[in-house]
């Protein structure tokens, strides 16, 4: 059973930096794409960065620049690091693949005051 459990989320002041981390368990890690997905209160989930099997990555325009995916294979874990938060990255922070079905993490929350 795939199984991907998200840590690392938090309280950070706006302009500030956050890790969050995604384990992944019974699959291939290294041979997925992983991406990760951010739903605030009262929008649809969005995405937010991908990357491939190969290490290839791509953002959406409001975190290009700001976060940078990135994943270990060794540890079967992907990462998101966040710098320069604003309140409006307020999310909950999905991690997801698709091996036949999407399959979600529990997400972690991320709060970024002003």
């Known amino acids: 059973q795939v199984q991907l459990v998200e840590s690392g989320g938090g309280l950070v002041q706006a302009g500030g930096s956050l890790r969050v981390s995604c384990v992944v368990s019974?699959?291939?890690?290294?041979?997925?794409?992983m991406d990760w997905y951010r739903q605030a209160p009262g929008n649809q989930r969005e995405l937010v960065a991908t990357?491939?099997?190969?290490?290839?990555?791509n953002y959406a325009d409001s975190v290009k620049g700001r976060f940078t995916i990135s994943r270990d294979n060794a540890k079967s874990t992907v990462y998101l690091q966040m710098n320069s938060l604003k309140p409006e990255d307020t999310a909950v922070y999905y991690c997801?693949?698709?091996?036949?079905?999407?399959?979600w993490g529990k997400g972690t929350l991320v709060t970024v005051s002003s």
């Open positions: 997801h693949t698709f091996i036949w079905r999407d399959y």
């Open positions: 019974g699959m291939i890690f290294s041979l997925n794409a």
């Open positions: 990357i491939t099997s190969g290490g290839s990555t």
